[in-house]
Nanobody, 126 residues
Framework: VQLQASGGGLVQAGGSLRLSCAAS????????LGWFRQAPGKARELVAA????????FYGNSVKGRFTISRDNSKQVVYLRMNSLTSEDTAVYYC????????????????????WGQGTLVTVSS
């Protein structure tokens, strides 16, 4: 599956952005999805993940309460709503898809994602 992320840009601290990631295949509905980010000089980190059905979600500690992941399987799109942005959120954001399960009993178990989008840059000015 091919993934195309969009929605990045320059935003002031305290502002909001919504990222989108469109998938190329209808089998999208069978994939768990995730958003990751990588800031300059830092390792890539998981931001959020969502199960194939959309029932289960997981958030990294640094974004809990500020970011929301959602998906629309009919449109083959996953979203990341980002609120109360800070300069620490500046990074390239990537969407990724996992063919198998990412949650068991509602618990996220950190799978290896199979497919990755090209990334979209988010810059938060302070």
């Amino acid at each position: 599956v091919q993934l195309q992320a969009s929605g990045g840009g320059l935003v002031q601290a305290g502002g909001s952005l919504r990222l989108s990631c469109a998938a190329s295949e209808r089998t999208f509905r069978n994939y768990a999805l995730g958003w990751f980010r990588q800031a300059p000089g830092k390792a890539r980190e998981l931001v959020a993940a969502i199960s194939a059905s959309g029932k289960d979600t997981f958030y990294g500690n640094s974004v809990k309460g500020r970011f929301t992941i959602s998906r629309d399987n009919s449109k083959q799109v996953v979203y990341l709503r980002m609120n109360s942005l800070t300069s620490e959120d500046t990074a390239v954001y990537y969407c990724a898809a996992e063919r198998g399960q990412a949650f068991s009993g509602g618990i996220y178990f950190y799978p290896n994602f199979d497919y990755w989008g090209q990334g979209t840059l988010v810059t938060v000015s302070s």
